[in-house]
């Protein structure tokens, strides 16, 4: 019988291979880093994840993720990553319990995020979420408008800018999808050159990993092909 512990350590085995099979096809001489999106998903399955080696997890909602990061305090090197929407009202709870931040896209809430980091944790590790397809229902800023907003949040101490991220639109073709990832990279190959602290592109979901790490992701968020689908 297959227990579901073991389904999930082969399938991080097999994301994994697959992730290392796309970076010898690309060239990379860098690890490409995997966060595991655990939304939906209860504690108990995190921790046999993180049994089977894994570390960085992402979750989407904030009281759900403060609850499994309460849950999970005992696991001392996990690392929790939000990638969700951020509302106002729910930045101090993002603030107190989360290492980085992929959904920046407004000054608002970076500044409420810097003003309630507690003192005495590491800043909060941030990416700024690119809306690169120009999309009506998707968060994130034009392009634009990134300049801007990435000097504001380079000014907050208790702020480190460390890239981009970004949700590309289901595109038709496999060349319109590409053609978004690498504006993407062109957008973080820039920034790059004005900020020693930016070394992430946070692009690549189960669906197109493949592709994102050929087009220079620095990190893949994958939770289907980790944990199987969700139901909500
Ligand atoms: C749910 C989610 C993912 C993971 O998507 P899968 O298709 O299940 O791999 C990645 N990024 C964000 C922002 C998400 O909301």
Redesign the pocket.
């Known amino acids: 019988m297959t227990t579901i512990t073991d389904s999930i350590s082969d399938n991080l085995a097999q994301v994994k291979a697959a992730i290392r099979a796309a970076e010898k096809l690309s060239n990379r001489h860098t690890a490409v880093q995997l966060l595991a999106?655990s939304?939906t998903k209860p504690a108990v399955i995190i921790e046999q994840a993180y049994q089977a080696g894994q570390r960085l997890f992402?979750e989407?909602y904030v009281q759900e993720g403060v609850e499994k990061v309460t849950q999970l305090q005992h696991l001392q090197d996990i690392e929790w990553h939000f990638?969700?929407p951020i509302q106002s009202n729910k930045t101090r709870d993002v603030a107190q319990h989360f290492a980085w931040v992929?959904s920046i896209d407004r000054l608002k809430i970076a500044r409420r995020l810097a003003e309630q980091r507690p003192a005495n944790i590491p800043p909060l590790q941030v990416l700024i979420q690119v809306n690169i397809d120009d999309e009506a229902s998707k968060a994130g800023v034009q392009a634009a408008e990134l300049a801007a907003l990435a000097s504001d949040i380079a000014k907050f101490p208790q702020l480190t800018l460390r890239g981009l991220m970004t949700?590309p639109a289901a595109q038709p073709t496999a060349a319109a999808q590409e053609q978004s990832m690498a504006a993407m990279y062109g957008l973080f190959s820039d920034l790059q050159t004005q900020y020693k602290t930016v070394d992430t592109l946070s692009m690549g979901?189960?669906?197109d990993m493949q592709v994102a790490i050929a087009h220079g992701a620095t990190l893949v968020?994958?939770?289907?092909?980790i944990f199987g689908a969700?139901s909500s």
């Open positions: 999106v939304k992402g989407n990638i969700g992929h949700i979901m189960s669906n968020r994958i939770g289907t092909a969700r």
